[in-house]
């Protein structure tokens, strides 16, 4: 019964960072009289489509890291939907807004799973992860849902580097890893948050482990959601493969 209720949460974990929301949120009002074809689209002089960005526009959502907002989601006063709040917040205001209701979200996952185990929460408090930072500085890094650019470094969610001072771990910080410099479409964004959230300082804290070797996994397994990247990916832009 213990094992199914962790599954359960997970899930519903999980499906907070899978789910793209396809409903009316998602849709920008334009004015009715545009002179806009149905797809858009407006006819210029040359004879050329083109796209007609007159009218207003409502900020909608960003797709900065898909799910944050959702998975860390938070009972805010005044605000129906955190998501939707977010969603309309410039980037400058969103850490001061939302950190600290990120933060205890966060810090109330391990307090569930640590209940669940039958184990203290305070001996399953969230742990500095693979980068080096404290609950505090991540969702500070976070809740500010514009991806960033370093112009000197390769692009990447996350590139663990090599195993620079040969301690045998390769996932632990050794000053040759690029993190949250942007995405490629072959970055495994779901696993490096899962990683990020709950892998603690090595990577894999909660990742199944059956701690009395009696066949039967002790801990949950929260740093994959065991989906990995099968689509072939296109070396040109949009790079895009061909669809499964």
Same mark, same amino acid.
């Given at each position: ?22 409903? +009316? ?41 898909? =799910?944050?907002? %959702? ?6 006063? =005044? ?38 185990? =039958? ?8 742990? +500095? +992860?693979?980068?080096? @930072? ?18 000197? @470094? ?6 663990? =580097? %090599?195993?620079? /001072? ?24 779901? /696993? ?23 066949? %039967?996994?002790?801990?949950?397994? @929260? ?22």
């Amino acid at each position: 019964m213990k094992t199914q209720l962790i599954k359960i949460f997970f899930a519903s974990f999980l499906m907070g960072l899978l789910t793209v929301s396809c409903n +009316n949120d998602d849709d920008v009002m334009l004015p009715d009289d545009m002179g806009m074809e149905d797809d858009g689209m407006m006819m210029e002089d040359d004879g050329m489509m083109g796209v007609d960005f007159s009218g207003t526009f409502a900020q909608v959502d960003y797709m900065g890291r898909p =799910g944050i907002n %959702t998975t860390l989601s938070f009972d805010m006063e =005044g605000q129906p939907s955190v998501k939707d709040a977010h969603n309309v917040t410039i980037p400058s205001e969103m850490v001061a807004t939302f950190q600290p209701g990120f933060q205890a979200r966060l810090e109330q996952y391990h307090d569930v799973y640590a209940l669940k185990l =039958g184990l203290d929460p305070m001996a399953v408090d969230y742990e +500095n +992860n693979i980068l080096g @930072l404290t609950a505090e500085q991540l969702t500070t890094v976070l809740a500010a849902d514009a991806l960033d650019v370093a112009p000197d @470094l390769p692009t990447t969610y996350f590139n663990p =580097g %090599t195993d620079f /001072d040969n301690d045998g771990i390769i996932l632990v910080p050794d000053g040759d890893e690029v993190a949250l410099t942007g995405r490629t479409p072959s970055d495994d964004i779901i /696993d490096v948050s899962l990683i990020l959230f709950f892998g603690g300082a090595q990577g894999d804290r909660f990742s199944g482990q059956d701690l009395d070797d009696d066949g %039967t996994a002790d801990l949950p397994r @929260l740093t994959s959601d065991g989906v990995g990247l099968t689509a072939d990916i296109s070396t040109d832009f949009p790079y895009l493969g061909d669809p499964e």
